[in-house]
């Protein structure tokens, strides 16, 4: 059944077109225009007033005439079909199949644009999710139902860190069993190599037959990638909470969605805020942030990785500021380590997960994950005062306990934080490195560590490590310890 149709246009503000205002029009509505050759595009109604409506057309505007072009209000939002069928599928970003297979067999439609979980229904995420990946397990550990951005720049390796989560990511059960996800990805303004990167990485481990990829790829409208998240999470709502899976959404490039949302502000004439963004930049994100975590009364959930570029790898810039804010914590890549030869380049101490203490210690992952992980944090930061100071005054003048925290520090990054694109580590896995590594460190200095845990578990480390290091007591520099100063 046709919608009511109007004849003609106000005016066209490149993707914006005006219309006069018509009866019971609502917000968000999907819009189909005519031109005059009646080739049919959609939009949808993103402003109102009195005496107008503002349509935002999914596509170009070439060939729209003003006095000739007709609107038709479909009388209800955008929708997306939804269904088991949807995994291994591809879509672009409005939800339209581009894989060739056609539509996905299903009745159930669903709004994209979502509605807000009640807070009341929300259940607090708990449960250890193991990536195999040690600096992200053993100390920035991710949740599941959690919100964990990636931060990171131009160049630097988050794509094939996002890929390497996707492959291994699962959620250990009592027995230690691992059970895995089911994944949407969604890529915004992206290029055709990096989409590319994915698809073959889904196809060459095997996980494409549970992913739904939706791509709106650097050549689409950019309005299109408004809505390509909005469909990414109504399918990975859909699976989570009516099907009880569990979803891990992985969207990227959350920079090209911002300046995306810049543009279409821009043009309907809005009064920016910092850096030329909407003043509801914000609330917009977290519209889109929020819609991750676990309902009480379904066994699924929904885990976001967002991807963001950070501008100038300024990480005070609004687009990463402000999803700090509304996430529970950030991944941040350093370009410092990459360029030493680290993967994954994850910074140590920008990094944070905010519900890392309540999904790890005993009977979820082990009893020393705290407190290892607590050392591994404080000593790092001692390495990186001290790499400071070295900077200014040299690496000969430093004590020789000083020296030992150097060493420490290297075999960190080396050792902890380095490992294969492939190379999947269970958590005790990455818990006995950590010991080893802080076995480099007289025991002394292991203040955030209980007794019985040293004992436990560094038992005989220590001492080959102690062996392995020139002067423990930081004595050997021939300036009473104190190098010089």
Request: with cysteine.
């Amino acid at each position: 059944m046709r919608g009511v149709e109007y004849r003609g246009l106000t005016r066209i503000e490149g993707p914006v077109v005006i219309t006069e205002r018509s009866r019971n029009v609502g917000f968000n509505e999907v819009v189909a225009v005519y031109d005059r050759d009646e080739g049919r595009r959609l939009g949808r109604v993103v402003d109102m007033s009195e005496d107008w409506t503002a349509i935002q057309i999914f596509g170009s505007n070439t060939g729209l005439s003003a006095a000739d072009s007709r609107v038709e209000f479909l009388g209800k939002p955008m929708e997306l079909r939804v269904g088991l069928g949807l995994l291994g599928r591809i879509f672009n970003g409005l939800g339209e199949p581009i894989d060739g297979y056609g539509n996905i067999f299903s009745s159930t439609c669903l709004d994209v644009n979502g509605l807000p979980i009640n807070p009341y229904a929300r259940t607090y995420p708990r449960d250890f999710i193991q990536t195999g990946i040690s600096s992200i397990d053993g100390m920035n550990t991710l949740i599941r139902g959690q919100k964990l951005p990636i931060f990171s720049g131009n160049g630097l390796p988050h794509n094939k860190l996002a890929a390497q989560i996707v492959r291994q990511a699962k959620i250990l059960n009592l027995d230690g069993s691992g059970e895995p996800f089911v994944v949407v990805f969604c890529a915004m303004g992206v290029k055709y190599d990096v989409a590319r990167f994915f698809l073959d990485d889904f196809e060459r481990t095997g996980v494409l037959a549970n992913v739904v990829v939706f791509l709106s790829l650097a050549d689409a409208p950019s309005l299109e990638r408004l809505v390509a998240p909005r469909c990414a999470l109504t399918a990975a709502e859909y699976l989570a909470y009516d099907r009880n899976m569990h979803v891990l959404v992985v969207m990227t490039d959350m920079t090209n969605y911002c300046e995306a949302l810049r543009e279409v502000s821009s043009i309907r004439g809005e009064v920016p805020s910092r850096k030329g963004y909407p003043g509801y930049l914000y609330s917009d994100l977290a519209s889109l942030y929020e819609r991750a975590g676990k309902i009480s009364g379904s066994s699924g959930s929904i885990t976001q990785i967002p991807i963001l570029t950070m501008p100038n790898d300024d990480i005070s810039h609004p687009i990463p500021d402000l999803s700090g804010y509304i996430t529970e914590g950030q991944i941040v890549l350093d370009r410092e380590l990459t360029q030493r030869g680290v993967y994954p380049p994850v910074a140590g101490l920008p990094s944070l997960s905010r519900l890392m203490k309540d999904g790890i210690g005993p009977g979820m992952t082990r009893e020393d994950h705290k407190d290892v992980s607590s050392q591994l944090f404080a000593a790092y930061s001692k390495v990186k005062q001290i790499r400071n100071l070295s900077s200014i005054i040299g690496e000969e003048e430093l004590s020789g306990a000083d020296k030992r925290y150097l060493q420490f520090g290297d075999r960190l990054e080396q050792d902890f934080l380095t490992q294969g694109e492939f190379e999947d580590r269970s958590i005790d896995q990455t818990l006995d490195l950590g010991w080893k590594v802080l076995a480099n460190l007289p025991r002394e200095d292991l203040l955030r560590i209980k007794k019985e845990y040293i004992e436990k578990y560094m038992g005989g480390l220590s001492a080959d490590a102690q062996a392995a290091t020139p002067d423990p007591q930081g004595w050997g520099d021939g300036m009473g310890g104190r190098g010089g100063l």
